[in-house]
């Protein structure tokens, strides 16, 4: 059995929302090799200590919808958009390098999950271009459910709860928010999962936020990968 810092939830989990990059994929910290080329567009001088500012800030915020990062960091709407179109060029340019691949066993426990009689939807902080490519790089088209990106739940990411509820509506696997579990490697994800009433709210601890953050943010359980879920759900 996995170790978390609580006993699992005794409710009936029917829908499972997962994140992808840095919860069920690894891409070898591509989000920051690809803000270097949205930075460079947007006239942000590499090494200076703008270009640091704003690094720092995209690793603070790891799991946020892009788009959300770049309004902060560049302020006006043109040039949000703007950063966020190299961006998402740059980091399909990089997915096409095979730079993309599985967190260990997340393709397994998805498996599991649903074997299991669970629901599975797949979100994402990234445009619906580069959340699909990712997915055929992996061969994930069929692996869930529902994959869902901010546009596909009215333009606004993590950590708003609207993907969470979003699946909630569209999959109809329970009529109970409290029987979703939301799992995530940031306290976005967290966050996402707290604010949408979810009965579970697991961190993960295979991407970016370390197990404090991810407890200060309201996760429920903490474990090691979410190869570990199926169990700790059961």
Known sequence: MPQTDNPTT??????????MAGTTVADGGLVER????????????????????????????????????FRHLFGDEDS???ANTVFEKAYGALIGEGLVTPVDGAREAIGELT??????????????????????ALG?????????CPADAGGRGRPYPDMVLEAFLRTRATDDVRQVAVAGDTAYD???GVHAGAGAVVGVLTGAHEREALREAGATHVI???????ALLR
């Open 10 to 19: 005794d409710r009936d989990i029917r829908l499972v929302v997962l994140d």
């Open 115 to 136: 074997a299991d009689g669970r629901t599975v939807v797949l979100t994402t902080g990234f445009a619906r271009a580069t959340q699909d490519a990712i997915l055929d």
């Open 140 to 148: 994930w088209r069929d692996l869930a459910a529902l994959t869902l």
């Open 224 to 230: 090691a990968s979410v190869s570990e879920l199926p």
């Open 190 to 192: 967290m966050a996402s």
């Open 34 to 69: 690809a803000f270097e080329a949205a930075a460079a567009e947007l006239g942000v001088a590499p090494g200076s200590a703008d270009h640091e500012a704003k690094l720092a800030y995209v690793r603070a915020t790891m799991g946020e919808s892009k788009i959300s990062v």
């Open 80 to 82: 949000a958009r703007r």
